[in-house]
């Protein structure tokens, strides 16, 4: 039996409820993410020389990040316009948002490959790990591009491969081991569509960005136990749900029982579980006038 082709408009269909889906989870185990990523946020912020007084924007904010800390960078002159597709993330964002006591942030409801906001507005725009899950990458970039200043910067973080970056790939691996899963169509969007770094500056660079360059940072995830591990995993990964969806519960039971074997190598002396991994930071500038 062939693969079916790829269909972007039911992809996107689909990633926008499963992000709805998700949102709960995404409260729920919020901290573990942040206490890894906040450098990712950081350097995004700076490999985009966000200012004081600045307009940026976050696309696929999910929860509030990168935005919230580009909001304190810009300060009360400053503004920060955060997207998502998901409704049900964005409302959380506003939460967040609030409770930080930010008050320059604007949320939108938005496609980040058909962003209905004026040209030459911002002066930079941020994205952590957003960017492979868009169908329509090239077009993405081009579009984007037009809404930043002559010299302003785009700053992303995608995966590095999925040997490197272990707490998303491990459970994807096994699901599609378990299951006998076909892979997945050609030039279908997911976590590692983007971990090749000689790809990802060529995206930029034929977009139109220029002085376009990469660098990896690590990302090292912290869990109580491999069962706050899994916990998370079901409740926050999209791909994973997507994936077991058509599983039968004794499937899923063994599935997540290999998991569990898998990831002892992370096993920490306190019982739980520390995973470092790597991610893919890029950077591109908008011609200067």
């Not at 942040?34 to 999910?62: C, F, K, P, S």
């Not at 320059?104 to 492979?132: H, V």
């Amino acid at each position: 039996m062939s693969t079916p082709a790829f269909d972007p408009l039911h992809y996107k269909t689909l990633q926008r409820h499963e992000w709805g889906v998700s949102a709960a989870g995404w409260k729920q185990h919020w901290a573990i993410w942040e206490r890894a990523a906040q450098h990712v946020n950081a350097r995004l912020v700076e490999l985009a020389h966000v200012g004081a007084g600045h307009q940026v924007l976050d696309i696929a904010t999910g929860l509030g990040e990168p935005a919230f800390t580009a909001a304190r960078r810009v300060g009360p002159a400053g503004r920060v316009v955060a997207t998502d597709v998901s409704p049900q993330m964005l409302a959380l964002a506003q939460e967040g948002a609030s409770m930080l006591g930010l008050q320059n942030i604007e949320f939108r409801e938005m496609d980040a490959e058909d962003p209905d906001l004026s040209k030459y507005t911002f002066q930079a725009i941020l994205c952590r790990w957003g960017l492979m899950f868009l169908p329509h990458l090239s077009t993405a970039l081009r579009k984007l591009r037009r809404l930043l200043v002559p010299g302003g910067r785009f700053a992303a973080a995608v995966w590095g491969p999925p040997e490197r970056a272990p707490a998303m790939s491990l459970p994807m691996g096994i699901i599609r081991q378990t299951l006998a899963l076909p892979p997945p169509p050609a030039g279908t969007p997911g976590a590692f569509s983007l971990a090749d770094a000689g790809v990802l500056e060529r995206t930029f660079t034929q977009a139109g960005f220029t002085e376009v360059h990469t660098e990896w940072l690590t990302v090292t995830f912290e869990y109580a136990s491999v069962e706050e591990f899994i916990q998370e995993r079901q409740a926050t990964s999209a791909n994973t749900r997507a994936l077991l969806a058509e599983a039968s519960a004794p499937e899923q039971a063994a599935i997540w029982r290999a998991v569990a074997a898998a990831v002892q190598p992370y096993a920490t002396a306190e019982g739980g579980l520390r995973m470092p991994n790597d991610a893919l930071c890029v950077v591109g500038q908008s011609a200067r006038a």
